[in-house]
């Protein structure tokens, strides 16, 4: 038996606890408010989706949970220094719908497509100068599951494709740097700056005055991470300045964002409501009904979340 810890939608619970089972026929999972005072005391695996960090901390005999998003750093931040391992979800599915979103809108930032459409608005005729893919140069800040295929994913359509980590990499296609010198070095040559890096204490607010004057003039800027990884202000002054050019921005320090944020009306920016990369119920548990058959058999916890580096 294990518990579905949730606080999302109740409707939306059910519909992954039906997906989940029919991915586990072998597993009876129950959402954690159906579970007895007896079945609490036994549960040793929990599968979480923006889980009640109380609900979790109720279940003595818990080894793991196994989150159903990418992104846990809500969690991390809700428990201190949990008696647990932390999963997060891996799913090349995932990644994939990632470098499809992240190849979808460099390419709308690379055509210029905002400035034809501010360009239509005033009926105005203007052949904007094309810049060759090869010419235009992105930086993927993040290198992991996601960051690292959406960069190859730029790179496979021609784009010259710079990438920055914590460890040093070597990855065919990419240059890649890492450490506070590769971050300069990245941000300087980057016209088109695409953040996937996780949210952790290091990269809150990382993308700052400071750091946003480093891109070229002119640059423009994707963030499908976290919202509290740019500084706001910093950003909404850079695009004042014409110092960025335009922002696509898919999360935000508060979603929904609010309705009276500045960045719904400012003309260089494009809102999106946290669509980037949804989990596909289907791919998901299936990746989560194999860590935990594998759990079962081998007693092996899937590589966890490392509650010091925060991701
Ligand atoms: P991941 O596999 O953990 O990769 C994180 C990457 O960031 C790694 O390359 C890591 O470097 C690098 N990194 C972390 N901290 C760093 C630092 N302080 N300095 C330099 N590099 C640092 O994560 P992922 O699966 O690719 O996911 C990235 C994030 O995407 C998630 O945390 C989540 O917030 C976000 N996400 C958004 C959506 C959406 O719909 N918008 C969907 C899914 C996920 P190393 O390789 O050296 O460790």
Redo the contacts with the bound molecule.
Sequence with gaps: MIPFVSRIDPLEQDAWIKTLSVAMPDEVILPFSDLTAAQKQLCDVAIVANPDPQDLLALPALKWVHSM???V?RMMNELSSPPFSIVRL?DPD?AKT?SEAVLAWTLFLHRDMPAYAKQQARQSWLQRPMVRAQDRRIGV????????VSAQRLAQNGFSVSG????A?KIDGITCF?GDDG?TALLGQSDILVC?????M??KGLLNQQTLSRLPEGARLIN???GPIIDDDALLVMLDENHIDHAVL??FMQEPLPVNHPYWQNASVTVLP?????THPVSASGIVASNIKNFRLTGDIPPAVDPV?G?
Excluded: C, N, Q
């Design positions: 998003w990418a992104g750093e891996i995932l990632m800040l993040g290198l992991g599951e996601l960051g690292k920055w980590s914590r460890s990499k890492h971050l996937l890096l996780p949210l952790t290091e990269t499908f991470a976290r898919d999360v946290h669509i980037s990369a949804p580096r991701y």
